[in-house]
RNA sequence: GUCCCCAUCGUCUAGUGGCCUAGGACGCUGCCCUUUCACGGCGGUAACGCGGGUUCGAACCCCGCUGGGGAUACCA
């Protein structure tokens, strides 16, 4: 197959995370684009997990891993769960497949033992930066006798195994930066299995991309400089069988953290537990995250992921890198939190009022009830389900505790004329309510509307702020409301 | 040090030689709407890093500089 004449259908990209910590918004981009391209062109996306660093890698990141790509709707083609006819997915369990590649590369000749101890490459390292020269690997155990080896081997010594690039120039087409071209003096010879026998990752990725038949690899751009690498050693495996093409490579800019650095586990956002945490819209971040070196070019910054996915071209990634503005995620979130149904919001918002304890789990039929009457009055409120409970607790509770810092001036006055009218009233609506209210206080006694309704609100809800005062007041009831202007005007007497 | 990447408002971006006295969004901000808070509407603020070319014409092409980032691992 030429990978230049692929069909949609042939394309294959991968998103391959390292199960360390805690899933992160800059990994969620990359896996974004690969879904977005791959589900644009009809394509294959394979979830790989690269798990071949023992003491960095936990069964509980892998399965946020997991949860993380459910949670946000990027569904994969294979991987694991799934499966998949290139499998097994997870690099821990492929150790039998790197041995074997490794015995062919080796019988081929594109590898060798080096015997250099850490200490002597640093120390080679430093004469070279010294001398201005290349600091990377020298070569010294690149064309070692049968008796050196020997030698080494008798002395107790034991040897990575290191990948001989072949001395030519490396210049590929980058899918999002154009042509890029490395020097083959700046591209040393690097390591493939370590000395205890485990395999790198500049082993198994480029192993794994291709036997699982990978054709595109999006990809940080963290991971330009290695790719010389990764072209070398495929141009090996597709000598020796392995690998029937080369991938295309493009580089995704980086997310930028606080201070010109790339996004950290230490900015606030970094975190994707945070986004669910504090009530984003799986969609939202999503929007938000393609934004962050890709737009549609139309001016438009609103879309779901689907319309996303089909209107993704690899021309429109920008090669520049991007800085995380939480504030407006934020506002796109709010945006979404608005698009969605009501009944979609509050199935998304009940979760946030058990835990909140304003709601028991699951909630009562009452408070169900209740709900389809309040979640309207919120939604264009929040800008995340975590300010719901807040917002609408007082709608669930039998009495509402208050500052007394709240009460303004003239608040008894107000309180008790507002009991005595409400007491009498015909129809309990937010309608005659509020123009009992107007004529009696604003119109009848000339007083503002702030300090008219001001009270009312803080005796009925306890906040200064709320929802719609008079919407609520028909919610909770004229009996509740009524005990709660008595209540209020007690304690202010 | 060496190599590589990047360069439009504070931030994300549109812009691929004339449509640009540079458009949109977030932020900030003024006004309107208004029972609070929001939402919404109408405005405002604010950018092509610098210097050379190429061209009738450059934000757009080329070179240099500067600035920022990354790599230079038995991490990925």
Known sequence: ????????????????????????????????????????????????????????????????????????????????????????????????????????????????????????????????????????????????????????EADGRSAVIRFRMPGSDFTWNDLVRGELTFKAEHVPDFVLVRANGDPLYTLVNPVDDALMKITHVLRGEDLLSSTPRQLAL???????????????????????????????????????????????????????????????????????PQEMATAF???????????????????????????????????????????????TSPPTPEQLETLNLAVPLIQERLDKLSAAPELISFLFKDVVAIDPALWSEGALEVLIESETVLAGIESWSHDSIQSLLKATLVEGLGIKPKFAFGPIRTAITGHKISPPLFESMEILGKEICLDRLSAAIETLK
């Open 1 to 152: 197959m030429n990978i230049k004449e692929l069909q949609g259908s042939d394309i294959r990209v991968r998103f391959c995370p390292s199960p360390t910590g805690n899933p992160h918004v800059g990994m969620i981009r990359t896996a974004l684009f690969n879904w977005a391209f791959a589900r644009h062109v009809g394509g294959t996306f394979v979830f790989r997990i690269e798990d071949t660093d023992a003491a960095r890698d936990s069964q509980e990141s892998y399965q946020a891993l997991l949860d993380a790509l459910s949670w946000l709707g990027l569904d994969w083609d294979e991987g694991p769960e799934v499966g998949g006819e290139y499998g097994p997915y997870r690099q821990s369990e492929r150790g039998d497949i790197y041995a074997r590649v490794m015995s062919q590369l080796t019988e081929a000749g594109y590898t060798y033992p080096c015997y250099c101890s850490a200490e002597e490459l640093d120390a080679r390292r430093e004469i070279a930066m010294k001398e201005k020269r290349t600091p990377g690997y020298d070569g010294q155990c690149r064309n070692l006798s049968q008796a050196e080896v020997d030698a080494y």
């Open 234 to 304: 495929f141009a090996a495996l597709e000598d020796v069988g392995v690998a029937s093409y080369t991938p295309l490579y493009g580089h995704l800019p980086y997310v930028m953290g606080e201070g010109n650095k790339k996004l950290s586990k230490r900015d606030p956002g970094s975190a994707l537990s945070m986004y669910q945490e504090e009530g984003y819209l799986p969609q939202a971040l999503l929007n938000y995250l393609a934004l962050l070196g890709w737009s549609m070019g139309n001016d438009v910054e609103f879309f779901s």
């Open 313 to 359: 071209t690899l021309e429109r990634v920008n090669p520049n890198p991007a800085r995380f503005d939480l504030k407006k995620c934020t506002a796109i979130n709010g945006d979404w939190i608005r698009h969605i149904s009501q009944q979609e919001l509050i199935g998304h918002v009940i979760p946030f009022l058990e835990n909140a304890g304003v709601v």
